[in-house]
């Protein structure tokens, strides 16, 4: 029983030490980015997110964890225990949708940087040539060309968020 209460102890002092450093952690990386007007940028926004996605992912199951540790038992409701999985399951399919979105907008950056700004720019346009916002962004003008490129976009965002 020494060594069962000797562990728990240990549990309960390296699960708030976990927890604050995730959370000292990422409330930097969100402070930081939401105070900086030069981090206002795509690559920053994502990063935001999979911070918040990362607090939530760990506050499902740290402080129940804590909780059992301080008060000498294992038992979670059946309710308790069905949020945290669903919680738990769609913050990571969040981070894994959002990391696959960061990955595909790095390549796109990196690889097809030319290519890609050539075949945007020789687009048709049939909906005007002024871009209605004060910074000139790809998806801006696909809305104004005539292909179907913006739909095809619109409808690739929508699979994605809505096959989670």
């Known amino acids: 029983m020494c060594d069962t209460k000797e562990l728990q102890l240990l549990r309960f002092c390296l699960f708030p030490g976990i927890f604050l450093a995730a959370l000292l952690g990422n409330g930097?990386?969100?402070?930081?980015?939401?105070?900086?007007?030069?981090?206002?940028?795509?690559?920053?926004?994502?990063?935001?997110?999979?911070?918040?996605?990362?607090?939530?992912?760990?506050?499902?199951?740290?402080?129940?964890?804590?909780?059992?540790?301080?008060?000498?038992?294992r038992a979670i409701s059946y309710t308790g225990c069905a949020t945290q999985v669903f919680l738990f399951i769609f913050a990571i399919s969040m981070e894994y949708c959002l990391l696959t979105i960061m990955s595909y907008d790095r390549y796109i950056a990196i690889c097809n940087t030319l290519?890609?700004?050539?075949?945007?720019?020789?687009?048709?346009?049939?909906?005007?040539?002024?871009?209605?916002?004060?910074?000139?962004?790809?998806?801006?003008?696909?809305?104004l060309s005539c292909s179907y490129f913006y739909l095809m976009e619109v409808r690739l965002l929508a699979f994605i968020v809505f096959s989670f």
């Not at 911070?51 to 402080?63: E, F, M, Q, V």
């Not at 290519?115 to 696909?142: M, R, W, Y």
């Open 28 to 73: 930097l990386i969100i402070t930081t980015i939401a105070w900086d007007q030069h981090l206002h940028t795509p690559m920053y926004f994502f990063l935001l997110n999979l911070s918040l996605l990362d607090l939530g992912c760990i506050s499902t199951s740290l402080p129940k964890s804590m909780a059992n540790a301080l008060w000498e038992t």
């Open 115 to 143: 290519l890609h700004a050539a075949n945007t720019f020789s687009l048709p346009l049939c909906k005007g040539n002024a871009v209605d916002q004060f910074f000139c962004e790809i998806p801006q003008i696909l809305k």
